[in-house]
């Protein structure tokens, strides 16, 4: 059993940063992919950054250049930087954990643990 909480998530003019943080307790946090993904209103879970246990970066190409996943295994935390936020990154951020070793985890269905969510509000 993982329980995950992220934070960081408020409102933003557009063309500013944000860092949201998510912090893993249970497991082994070092062994896991963790992973990003984002809903807004109305539309499905959309992936967005995953880094490996091997720190493997994958990212969508919608935010490729502006959004940086990091990890710290010593904190048992995943970081998202976000710079140049624009009004459709607005959404609530959730990170999930990859307890079975996708390949390349970008799938909703590759996790199988997951956070609350933070919101993301990126006005103009």
């Known amino acids: 059993q993982v329980s995950l909480v992220e934070s960081g998530g408020e409102l933003v003019q557009a063309g500013g940063s944000l860092r949201l943080s998510c912090v893993a307790s249970g497991g082994a946090f070092s062994s896991y992919s963790m992973g990003w993904f984002r809903q807004a209103p109305g539309n499905d879970r959309e992936f967005v950054p995953a880094?490996?246990?091997?720190?493997?970066?994958y990212y969508a190409d919608s935010v490729k250049g502006r959004f940086t996943i990091s990890r710290d295994n010593a904190k048992n935390t995943v970081y998202l930087q976000m710079n140049n936020l624009t009004p459709e990154d607005t959404a609530v951020y959730s990170c999930?954990?990859?307890?079975?070793?996708?390949?390349?985890?970008?799938?909703?269905?590759?996790?199988?643990?997951w956070g609350q969510g933070t919101q993301v509000t990126v006005s103009n």
């Open positions: 999930g954990v990859d307890t079975l070793g996708s390949w390349v985890p970008m799938k909703v269905s590759d996790y199988d643990y």
């Open positions: 880094i490996s246990w091997s720190t493997a970066t």
